[in-house]
């Protein structure tokens, strides 16, 4: 601590280790008023030096031993001030300089401030060397202190300094925060600048707004500035996940402070916390006392915010709060005059504004638009310029009167109006007064009243004038009701007619006194009776009749059809009527005309599809026959080599056969199905080397699939084959290079002509996009037109697109088509979503017995084959047998029953889906219900009424389409039959009984 003057140092420190030497000088220096201290070591004398200590007596023969280092480095780590002075007590010398040396070299590094003392001396030498050594002392004190208060005094005025350069960037900070707010035009641009402003000033991870709902139970989050990698807080969140100690502060205006994880019992448990917020600071905005907004700041690291933290967050919210306050005060006030100028603007009346004096400084648009004069040419006294000359000096008399006085104004005059013509106006104005009843401003109208003068100049006609004008219009009227090839009447409420026109008599040929008087019920053709007097009631109780039609009978006793509109006015009816009789003749012969037309085009149609199915067909046949024949004469001659390559060609020539009649089906939305949950993602993914390979290298692929894209419901191959036909057209479409791009996107409430009543769902759409050429509109009107093609003959069939039609069509979907010449063209293909996944999907079941490429045949299985075509049946079974299967046939349902009451344990039908009888499905859920193990496999070429609904293929069936590969067909049953094993050895994990199982198909 510091010393002051006044206190006088007298501890002294002794270390004469030899006789009585230390205990000699204590006595000494204690009889002198000092304060002697025996030290026993070098160590101990090392030890004590510390500031109390004044001075040190030491012998020559006490500095040596092993405590002498300790001693150099007890005074080497003493103080810059401190320079503890020592009294050498030293034998006696010669007086050679040589002899001083020595001594010195013997005294430990850091020993400087030295007296020496020759022995033997007397006390007044030792008690006078003492005294000037803690005189020396007491000085190096007062300059420890006077270097203590410099010290103080520059730290002081550098954090004078330091405050006053931080206190001036907080003010430069501030007011460039109020210039952005003030600059801001909204309170959403006003948070993103104090947001951005703080966050960048304070180096805080995110800086943002909330504001509370009405309810105070949602934060909706407004601007914010985060730092990288942060996340902003956007959306809503709910109050209660911020936990209730957090709320319950700022519910009650008090801020949220919390410095890091060892003061984060606010923070516990919310979602703040697992967002990774560590230290964060919350200042509520109030209204009143309900808690309506706030301002954070969120560190997601340990910060022990300072006062000057916490006041310059707390000041910045208090500015932003108000700068938000001012512009939503603006908003309200600009939307308010506004709407003030949008309803004043919208009227008729021209309104305007003059000073207490009668200086006109506001017009509204109707003046100008009424007058056609420049904006501001008519301030001042200038608006008496476009008065009638006439009337100038009595409206302005009348105006001065009124400007005297302060009574309303009021007066008629003629304007001049845009046109360059005068008209009457009614001019009114009432001042507005304060509370001492003078006279603050003059708010006017002037309403065009020249329609009102013109009606007052009409009934100040002689009556004769109106007699005669009422007859002129009387005279026309009875010219319309007489020329009018229209049916014109009057009846009462019961229908009687009073009065009708001539063209009655013209249309119908009756006389008007055959009329009049009688009702219409014995002109109305029986069948409209009933309906035309409901019709004759509903007038009378007062609705109106809007193209009623009804029959006639003319005087020819023809019926004449007559279309009736009709209205009841003072209990009677009046009534026109038309004879559309010939116009619905015509109608119905160009409707005939249509029909024919439409049945003419569906005949063409017809014709070029038998036709383009005739030159497909006996292109195929010829190769197969061909081929075949070729065979004959190979096997009849004995050239056997050339057996296999023909017997290739006949088999090739047969599938694109099958091919084009799958192509065929899927036009015409019966091919068979096989329905199953699809990812679309994951097909189109595994298509991409084909697909590459297909475009070739100057077109490039471009994948944009969604990556929450639902699975569809659809056949597999078919849609692979779709995707591929469409990249294929689109590859034709760019000979020179280009760009196609498959995307697939969820759309919700589609409406999908397939599905039943046309309702809403959710589908997916799978886009195939091109940069090619293009379609004109009338070739992209016809592109789903089955052997439809803009290739050169023989380079397509036009089936491709026709095909993708009937496939989304049958799948429950649509297809749509988008192009423009020279800006490409656009495929959507859009297919319903399946809603029914769960985790026994037969997907999850296949992967879970994960079966090998290739599995061995499995011999002692049983197969029963149904097939009613002969030659069909025998080379199944062949096959079959062939594979080390024992198989069993049977040509139609009847003999398939037979033999499955016979007890016979099947493990596979393989049936055709068309057969005389039960059909192929009908017989496999007889089959089901006797074996429910049994695994079924529908084969079908398309038999009309016995087609796979969709859904039809469950869980243990599979299809398969002819023609067909034997080897596909092997495969299939292999695979089958392998299932069923593999499900044979987990039994025992079901809890069901197989009935109870297929009870759930």
Same mark, same amino acid.
């Given at each position: 601590?510091?010393?002051?003057?006044?206190?006088?140092?007298?501890?002294?420190?002794?270390?004469?280790?030899f006789g009585r030497d230390a205990d000699s000088a204590q006595s000494v220096l204690a009889?002198?008023?000092?304060?002697?201290?025996?030290?026993?070591?070098?160590?101990?004398?090392?030890?004590?030096?510390?500031?109390?200590?004044?001075?040190?007596?030491?012998?020559?023969?006490?500095?040596?031993?092993?405590?002498?280092?300790?001693?150099?480095?007890?005074?080497?780590?003493?103080?810059?001030?401190?320079?503890?002075?020592?009294?050498?007590?030293?034998?006696?010398?010669?007086?050679?300089?040589?002899?001083?040396?020595?001594?010195?070299?013997?005294?430990?590094?850091?020993?400087?401030?030295?007296?020496?003392?020759?022995?033997?001396?007397?006390?007044?030498?030792?008690?006078?060397?003492?005294?000037?050594?803690?005189?020396?002392?007491?000085?190096?004190?007062?300059?420890?202190?006077?270097?203590?208060?410099?010290?103080?005094?520059?730290?002081?005025?550098?954090?004078?300094?330091?405050?006053?350069?931080?206190?001036?960037?907080?003010?430069?900070?501030?007011?460039?925060?109020?210039?952005?707010?003030? =600059?801001?035009?909204?309170?959403?641009?006003?948070?993103?600048?104090?947001?951005?402003?703080?966050?960048?000033?304070?180096?805080?991870?995110?800086?943002?707004?909330?504001?509370?709902?009405?309810?105070?139970?949602?934060?909706?989050?407004?601007?914010?500035?985060?730092?990288?990698?942060?996340?902003?807080?956007?959306?809503?969140?709910?109050?209660?996940?911020?936990?209730?100690?957090?709320?319950?502060?700022?519910?009650?205006?008090?801020?949220?402070?919390?410095?890091?994880?060892?003061?984060?019992?606010?923070?516990?448990?919310?979602?703040?916390?697992?967002?990774?917020?560590?230290?964060?600071?919350?200042?509520?905005?109030?209204?009143?006392?309900?808690?309506?907004?706030?301002?954070?700041?969120?560190?997601?690291?340990?910060?022990?915010?300072?006062?000057?933290?916490?006041?310059?967050?707390?000041?910045?919210?208090?500015?932003?709060?108000?700068?938000?306050?001012?512009?939503?005060?603006?908003?309200?006030?600009?939307?308010?005059?506004?709407?003030?100028?949008?309803?004043?603007?919208?009227?008729?009346?021209?309104?305007?504004?003059?000073?207490?004096?009668?200086?006109?400084?506001?017009?509204?648009?109707?003046?100008?638009?009424?007058?056609?004069?420049?904006?501001?040419?008519?301030?001042?006294?200038?608006?008496?310029?476009?008065?009638?000359?006439?009337?100038?000096?009595?409206?302005?008399?009348?105006?001065?009167?009124?400007?005297?006085?302060?009574?309303?104004?009021?007066?008629?005059?003629?304007?001049?109006?845009?046109?360059?013509?005068?008209?009457?106006?009614?001019?009114?104005?009432?001042?507005?007064?304060?509370?001492?009843?003078?006279?603050?401003?003059?708010?006017?109208?002037? +309403?065009?009243?020249?329609?009102?003068?013109?009606?007052?100049?009409?009934?100040?006609?002689?009556?004769?004038?109106?007699?005669?004008?009422?007859?002129?219009?009387?005279?026309?009227?009875?010219?319309?009701?007489?020329?009018?090839?229209?049916?014109?009447?009057?009846?009462?409420?019961?229908?009687?007619?009073?009065?009708?026109?001539?063209?009655?008599?013209?249309?119908?040929?009756?006389?008007?006194?055959?009329?009049?008087?009688?009702?219409?019920?014995?002109?109305?053709?029986?069948?409209?009776?009933?309906?035309?007097?409901?019709?004759?009631?509903?007038?009378?109780?007062?609705?109106?009749?809007?193209?009623?039609?009804?029959?006639?009978?003319?005087?020819?006793?023809?019926?004449?059809?007559?279309?009736?509109?009709?209205?009841?006015?003072?209990?009677?009816?009046?009534?026109?009527?038309?004879?559309?009789?010939?116009?619905?003749?015509?109608?119905? =012969?160009?409707?005939?005309?249509?029909?024919?037309?439409?049945?003419?085009?569906?005949?063409?149609?017809?014709?070029?599809?038998?036709?383009?199915?005739?030159?497909?067909?006996?292109?195929?046949?010829?190769?197969?026959?061909?081929?075949?024949?070729?065979?004959?004469?190979?096997?009849?001659?004995?050239?056997?080599?050339?057996?296999?390559?023909?017997?290739?060609?006949?088999?090739?020539?047969?599938?694109?056969?099958?091919?084009?009649?799958?192509?065929?089906?899927a036009f015409s939305r019966r091919q068979p199905l096989?329905?199953?949950?699809?990812?679309?993602?994951?097909?189109?993914?595994?298509?991409?080397?084909?697909?590459?390979?297909?475009?070739?290298?100057?077109?490039?692929?471009?994948?944009?699939?969604?990556?929450?894209?639902?699975? =569809?419901?659809?056949?597999?191959?078919?849609?692979?084959?779709?995707?591929?036909?469409?990249?294929?057209?689109?590859?034709?479409?760019?000979?020179?290079?280009?760009?196609?791009?498959?995307?697939?996107?969820?759309?919700?409430?589609?409406?999908?002509?397939?599905?039943?009543?046309?309702?809403?769902?959710?589908?997916?759409?799978?886009?195939?996009?091109?940069?090619?050429?293009?379609?004109?509109?009338?070739?992209?009107?016809?592109?789903?037109?089955?052997?439809? +093609?803009?290739?050169?003959?023989?380079?397509?069939?036009?089936?491709?697109?026709?095909?993708?039609?009937?496939?989304?069509?049958?799948?429950?979907?649509?297809?749509?088509?988008?192009?423009?010449?020279?800006?490409?063209?656009?495929?959507?293909?859009?297919?319903?979503?399946?809603?029914?996944?769960?985790?026994?999907?037969?997907?999850?079941?296949?992967?879970?017995?994960?079966?090998?490429?290739?599995?061995?045949?499995?011999?002692?299985?049983?197969?029963?084959?149904?097939?009613?075509?002969?030659?069909?049946?025998?080379?199944?079974?062949?096959?079959?047998?062939?594979?080390?299967?024992?198989?069993?046939?049977?040509?139609?349902?009847?003999?398939?029953?037979?033999?499955?009451?016979?007890?016979?344990?099947?493990?596979?039908?393989?049936?055709?889906?068309?057969?005389?009888?039960?059909?192929?499905?009908?017989?496999?859920?007889?089959?089901?219900?006797?074996?429910?193990?049994?695994?079924?496999?529908?084969?079908?070429?398309?038999?009309?009424?016995?087609?796979?609904?969709?859904?039809?293929?469950?869980?243990?069936?599979?299809?398969?389409?002819?023609?067909?590969?034997?080897?596909?067909?092997?495969?299939?049953?292999?695979?089958?039959?392998?299932?069923?094993?593999?499900?044979?050895?987990?039994?025992?994990?079901?809890? +069901?009984?197989?009935?109870?199982?297929?009870?759930?198909?």
């Amino acid at each position: 601590m510091p010393h002051s003057r006044e206190v006088v140092i007298k501890r002294v420190l002794i270390l004469a280790p030899f006789g009585r030497d230390a205990d000699s000088a204590q006595s000494v220096l204690a009889k002198h008023g000092l304060s002697p201290v025996v030290a026993t070591s070098l160590d101990t004398l090392a030890s004590m030096l510390d500031e109390q200590a004044g001075a040190v007596v030491i012998t020559s023969e006490a500095l040596q031993g092993p405590g002498l280092q300790r001693l150099e480095r007890a005074l080497q780590a003493q103080p810059n001030w401190s320079d503890p002075p020592f009294v050498y007590l030293a034998p006696k010398q010669t007086g050679q300089p040589k002899e001083s040396e020595r001594l010195r070299r013997t005294w430990p590094a850091g020993m400087t401030n030295v007296i020496v003392l020759e022995r033997p001396l007397s006390s007044e030498s030792l008690v006078s060397a003492v005294h000037w050594a803690l005189a020396m002392r007491q000085r190096q004190l007062q300059v420890r202190d006077q270097f203590e208060k410099l010290a103080q005094r520059e730290a002081q005025l550098v954090a004078s300094q330091t405050a006053e350069r931080t206190a001036a960037r907080r003010r430069e900070f501030i007011f460039s925060m109020a210039e952005s707010q003030r =600059a801001a035009k909204s309170p959403e641009a006003i948070m993103g600048a104090t947001a951005a402003a703080l966050a960048q000033y304070m180096g805080v991870d995110r800086v943002g707004f909330y504001k509370l709902s009405d309810d105070g139970l949602t934060l909706t989050f407004g601007p914010s500035h985060v730092a990288s990698p942060w996340e902003p807080l956007t959306g809503a969140m709910a109050v209660d996940d911020i936990g209730m100690a957090m709320t319950d502060r700022l519910a009650t205006g008090s801020k949220v402070l919390v410095h890091g994880r060892a003061d984060s019992k606010l923070l516990e448990g919310t979602i703040l916390q697992k967002m990774g917020v560590v230290s964060a600071i919350g200042v509520p905005r109030m209204a009143g006392d309900r808690w309506i907004a706030g301002l954070y700041a969120h560190q997601m690291s340990e910060r022990p915010w300072s006062d000057e933290d916490v006041s310059l967050i707390e000041e910045v919210a208090k500015l932003a709060w108000d700068a938000i306050e001012r512009a939503e005060v603006g908003h309200a006030l600009a939307a308010s005059v506004a709407r003030f100028r949008g309803m004043i603007d919208s009227i008729e009346q021209m309104v305007w504004s003059t000073l207490p004096n009668g200086h006109h400084d506001y017009y509204n648009e109707r003046w100008y638009s009424y007058t056609g004069v420049p904006k501001g040419s008519t301030d001042g006294d200038a608006w008496s310029g476009l008065f009638h000359p006439d009337d100038q000096p009595r409206a302005w008399s009348v105006w001065q009167h009124s400007l005297d006085t302060g009574s309303p104004y009021r007066i008629e005059y003629r304007l001049r109006h845009h046109s360059g013509q005068y008209r009457w106006v009614l001019g009114r104005a009432q001042p507005i007064l304060d509370e001492h009843g003078q006279v603050l401003r003059w708010f006017g109208t002037c +309403t065009d009243i020249q329609d009102i003068v013109d009606a007052r100049e009409v009934l100040s006609r002689s009556r004769e004038d109106m007699a005669r004008e009422v007859a002129v219009q009387t005279q026309e009227r009875d010219r319309i009701w007489q020329v009018s090839r229209d049916l014109l009447g009057v009846a009462n409420n019961e229908g009687v007619w009073l009065s009708i026109n001539p063209a009655w008599q013209r249309v119908l040929g009756w006389a008007p006194d055959e009329i009049i008087g009688r009702t219409s019920e014995w002109l109305e053709h029986p069948d409209d009776r009933m309906r035309t007097r409901a019709e004759v009631s509903s007038l009378a109780a007062g609705s109106a009749s809007h193209a009623f039609e009804n029959r006639f009978r003319a005087s020819d006793g023809q019926y004449k059809l007559l279309e009736w509109r009709a209205v009841a006015r003072d209990d009677k009816i009046y009534v026109v009527a038309r004879d559309i009789t010939e116009q619905r003749e015509q109608h119905r =012969a160009l409707q005939q005309t249509e029909e024919r037309l439409r049945q003419a085009q569906k005949m063409e149609a017809v014709g070029q599809l038998t036709g383009g199915i005739a030159h497909d067909f006996n292109n195929m046949l010829q190769g197969i026959t061909s081929a075949l024949a070729a065979a004959k004469k190979s096997m009849e001659v004995g050239q056997h080599d050339r057996l296999p390559r023909l017997l290739d060609i006949a088999q090739r020539s047969a599938f694109k056969a099958g091919t084009l009649t799958h192509r065929l089906l899927a036009f015409s939305r019966r091919q068979p199905l096989d329905s199953r949950p699809l990812d679309c993602n994951a097909l189109i993914l595994s298509m991409e080397e084909l697909l590459h390979r297909t475009l070739g290298e100057n077109v490039k692929l471009e994948l944009d699939l969604a990556a929450d894209a639902w699975c =569809a419901h659809c056949d597999e191959n078919q849609l692979e084959s779709a995707v591929l036909n469409l990249v294929l057209n689109a590859r034709s479409a760019m000979p020179d290079g280009g760009t196609v791009r498959i995307a697939t996107h969820n759309i919700k409430d589609k409406i999908l002509p397939a599905q039943s009543n046309q309702k809403m769902v959710d589908c997916v759409r799978i886009d195939v996009i091109d940069t090619g050429y293009g379609m004109p509109p009338d070739v992209m009107q016809r592109a789903f037109e089955p052997f439809f +093609t803009t290739k050169p003959l023989g380079q397509g069939t036009g089936l491709g697109l026709s095909m993708i039609y009937g496939f989304a069509q049958q799948s429950g979907g649509m297809c749509e088509i988008k192009s423009q010449v020279g800006q490409g063209t656009e495929v959507h293909v859009y297919l319903p979503r399946h809603l029914q996944m769960t985790g026994d999907s037969e997907a999850e079941l296949a992967e879970e017995m994960n079966l090998p490429d290739a599995i061995k045949p499995l011999e002692r299985a049983a197969v029963l084959v149904v097939e009613d075509e002969e030659h069909v049946r025998e080379l199944v079974v062949e096959a079959l047998r062939e594979s080390g299967l024992e198989v069993m046939q049977a040509g139609d349902s009847v003999q398939a029953m037979a033999l499955l009451d016979t007890g016979l344990r099947f493990d596979l039908l393989l049936t055709d889906v068309g057969l005389p009888g039960l059909n192929g499905r009908q017989l496999a859920e007889i089959a089901r219900q006797r074996l429910p193990q049994i695994k079924v496999i529908f084969m079908t070429g398309y038999a009309d009424g016995a087609a796979m609904s969709p859904g039809s293929i469950k869980p243990g069936m599979g299809l398969i389409t002819k023609p067909f590969d034997m080897g596909d067909l092997m495969s299939r049953v292999v695979s089958l039959l392998a299932e069923t094993r593999q499900l044979e050895g987990r039994d025992a994990v079901f809890d +069901t009984t197989p009935a109870e199982l297929d009870g759930n198909d």
